[in-house]
């Protein structure tokens, strides 16, 4: 066969090649290899049709390969011979399939490395601490409208100076058609302003901010899709500000590193760690400490948060600073969404910080950073904002039109587009008006970008949740729009089948805090059979009373009380555990009487509830700070040379833990070490999850199970569990692209209204 000998082949390139320039790079590709024909976005990649020497396109095929844009991953590339065609030049076909031209909207993506050397060669662009090109740069956080160009970003009031111009025109030049394209002649620029005054010389504001840095300041710093809060790491004055900002929140921050090799002396990076951590969507990743840093930061967690520096301006901070680590947190008060705008950052941030560093381009869609673990090497988003926001999960079922409006505590919605479900980024806690605004306006900016209308709307059960109150607004003012509940634990299910592409009948843990239950109690350990469709509860801890309501979730000691005092009765005065003696007969009495006379006690059958009794039987929380820090620090002090368990009972469709916290209690009497006592208890939950399975397996078949809820977060017991059940050969599955906890509800709302609506 000529090698030289002119045919016409098919490519398909699959993987994730959409919204991350991949098109205007074959583009090039094609021209340098003198190649015509066309490309064309498909559902799950791209195709080209090519004409050209077999020689020709294997060249093609390695310079793809090799010099592909930094976002896009590439799963195969498929050549074919096909019937000879005849092109005039290679075009980029428009692609008529509106879900193509969503997935066209990609997430922004860190600085690429090219970029950062072109900010010490190129001429106009030295020290530019906005470039980008159509590998990197901001683009869901700067787009306004559809189709994605510049006019349809913040940058459209940015004219482009002759060079940029001719950058973006030119085909065999990296910012072709890179619409963010600025440079230092004509770009955004940043700004430095404190009491005493503002600057905008580059160089000034560097050096102020690197000075300030370097010592004890806090300052606000706007970043990709909100502003930060950035203090030195090891600086206790500066913490001890931000702590003092924030100070109804003692969550922990997250710490940036000046590079992996500085992070690796403080915490240990596995090899998928790594490369989440160096990922283009540079998220926050939960790594285990090696090293304490300084008091203030993640105070008794076994996990530190990291990244890496992903903005230019990090970088060029990163190379005068002497400090390797910054703390880094979203900039807001507690509960509030993070902050875009410069005006309002001046507004609320200057009583408090030493200074604010802005940019004059408008962020207009809001994205915290993303969090990520890495659980058995896959990494799991926990928080899914900046880097994943708007990528959609692609479903095998039609879901046009439906948005499911979520849960309550990390709330977001999620809409369908034909098969697509696209996620909102994380919007908060839906507990105050800062946040539902913030939620609200999401909304309508994805209905506008993604042409969506409601055609159904689902939520959760629970009535009093704004995002159910946000469903029922829209019916009232829609009365032709269906509505559909549902229980929030057949959503958790619903969502890690739709994660793993699951049909069928599964067998679901559905294990968190509370979700309104169908019986009107607050549920929250769930063993369920479900499907798209039903959900039949086969198993559920007991019910226990929870003193105080919601505060008692803010107060894991009232939890201990409660447990304590169903296992003991009165006989809870006499024990001699840390809990009982710190609050003594009046206060536990308090409670006591709240549980016998039914005030504000609602019933529960929760396992973040039997983390809080835990925790806080075994002395190591009494008050939460912030939400699951009691069984964060349980798992935090796990032990693992401890072997260990406890005894646990199981009745028809109950499980009870009389024996659980009995032997707590003797084992805190015998000096047991808190350590032990937590890996015990954990080790328990791993056989309970394991002797349930089976027995389940044996009556009716079902092997393949998924776990959600905002307990699975928790590394050790996901881990165990699934190790166990797969010794046993079950399927396990642990949502990993869609949040495990409460962010990752309303996917499930919608795979569960897609299908119950069929039957409407
Ligand atoms: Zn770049
Ligand atoms: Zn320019
Ligand atoms: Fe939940």
Redesign the pocket.
């Known amino acids: 066969m000529n090698k030289r000998l002119s045919e016409t082949y098919r490519i398909g390139i699959k993987g994730l090649v959409q919204g991350v320039g991949f098109r205007p790079f074959l583009f090039r590709m094609a021209i340098e290899h003198g190649l015509k024909g066309w490309v064309e976005n498909r559902n799950d990649g791209v195709v080209l049709e090519l004409n050209g020497s077999e020689s020709q396109l294997s060249s093609f095929r390695s310079a793809v390969l090799a010099h592909a844009p930094?976002a896009a991953s590439i799963e195969s590339v498929e050549i074919q011979k096909v019937a000879r065609k005849s092109f005039d030049s290679f075009e980029i076909k428009a692609s008529s399939d509106e879900s193509t031209f969503i997935t066209e909207i990609s997430p922004d993506?860190a600085?690429?490395?090219?970029?950062?050397n072109?900010m010490k060669t190129q001429p106009h662009r030295i020290g530019y601490p906005l470039?980008?090109?159509?590998?990197?740069?901001p683009r869901f956080s700067i787009i306004r409208d559809l189709p994605y160009d510049r006019a349809h970003t913040t940058m459209a009031s940015f004219e482009m100076c002759p060079q940029c111009r001719s950058e973006y025109s030119d085909l065999n030049d990296?910012r072709f058609h890179?619409q963010p394209v600025a440079c230092n002649t004509c770009g955004p620029v940043y700004r430095f302003e404190h009491a005493g005054g503002a600057t905008e010389v580059f160089k000034e504001i560097l050096d102020r901010t690197c000075e300030l840095l370097s010592g004890d300041a806090l300052l606000a710093i706007k970043g990709t899709g909100g502003f930060h809060l950035v203090c030195n790491a090891f600086r206790k004055e500066g913490i001890a500000k931000l702590r003092t900002m924030k100070r109804r929140d003692g969550k922990p921050f997250a710490v940036m590193f000046k590079s992996l090799e500085e992070a690796q002396h403080y915490v240990e990076i596995g090899e998928s760690e790594k490369a989440e951590l160096c990922s283009w969507r540079r998220p926050i990743v939960l790594l285990r400490k090696r090293r304490e840093l300084p008091r203030g930061i993640a105070d008794g967690l076994v996990n530190l948060g990291v990244m890496l520096p992903y903005m230019p301006f990090h970088y060029l901070l990163f190379e005068q600073l002497t400090t390797p680590a910054l703390v880094m947190t979203s900039g807001n008060f507690s509960d509030e969404p993070i902050l875009i705008s410069n005006d309002r950052a001046r507004e609320q941030f200057s009583a408090f910080v030493d200074g604010i560093v802005s940019y004059n381009r408008e962020i207009f869609n809001r994205v915290d950073d993303s969090v990520c673990t890495v659980i058995r090497e896959v990494p799991t988003v926990l928080r899914r904002a900046r880097g994943f926001a708007p990528s959609p999960i692609r479903t095998g079922f039609d879901l046009e039109g439906i948005l499911a409006t979520g849960a309550e505590l990390t709330g977001s919605f999620c809409m369908g587009k034909e098969h697509l479900a696209l996620m909102s980024p994380y919007t908060g806690d839906l507990k105050n008006l800062e946040t539902l605004a913030f939620y609200q306006e999401t909304y309508e900016r994805y209905c506008r970008l993604f042409r969506f209308t409601p055609r159904l709307v689902v939520s959760d059960l629970h009535p009093d949740y704004l995002s159910t109150r946000f469903a029922v607004k829209l019916v009232e003012e829609n009365p032709d729009l269906p509505h559909i509940s549902v229980q929030h634990h057949h959503a958790h299910i619903a969502s890690g089948m739709l994660n793993a592409g699951l049909e069928g009948e599964v067998l679901g843990f559905s294990f968190d805090g509370t979700g309104l239950g169908t019986d009107g109690h607050m549920w929250g350990a769930e063993v369920m059979k479900a499907d798209y469709i039903n959900f039949e509860r086969l198993f559920h801890f007991e019910y226990m009373p929870l003193p105080g309501g919601d505060k008692a979730s803010k107060e894991p000691w009232r939890m201990g009380v409660s447990y304590l005092h169903h296992c003991f009765g009165d006989e809870i005065y006499d024990l001699k555990i840390p809990l009982t003696q710190r609050f003594g007969r009046q206060e536990m009495g308090n409670i006591i009487a709240l549980i016998q006379k039914r005030i504000n006690t609602p019933m529960v059958s929760s396992a973040g509830r039997l983390f809080d009794a835990v925790a806080a039987i075994t002395g190591l929380n009494y008050y939460s700070t912030y939400q699951a820090e009691a069984p964060m620090l349980l798992e935090s002090a796990i032990d693992l040379n401890e072997q260990g368990s406890y005894p646990f009972e199981i009745e028809t469709g109950k499980v009870s833990f009389t024996s659980l916290i009995r032997s707590v209690v003797e084992d805190i009497h015998k000096g047991k070490s808190t350590g032990s006592i937590a890996t015990k208890f954990h080790h328990t939950l791993v056989q309970l999850i394991l002797r349930l399975s089976l027995e389940i397996r044996a009556e009716s078949g079902l092997d393949r199970i998924v776990l959600g809820g905002g307990s699975f977060q928790n590394n050790f017991l996901s881990e165990k569990v699934m190790d166990k059940l797969e010794n046993e050969n079950f399927k396990v599955y642990l949502p990993h692209r869609i949040p495990v906890n409460d962010q990752g509800i309303a996917a499930g709302q919608l795979a569960i209204g897609a299908h119950r609506w069929k039957l409407m």
């Open positions: 930094t993506i600085v690429c490395r090219e970029c950062l072109d470039i980008n090109c159509t590998h990197c740069g990296r890179a």
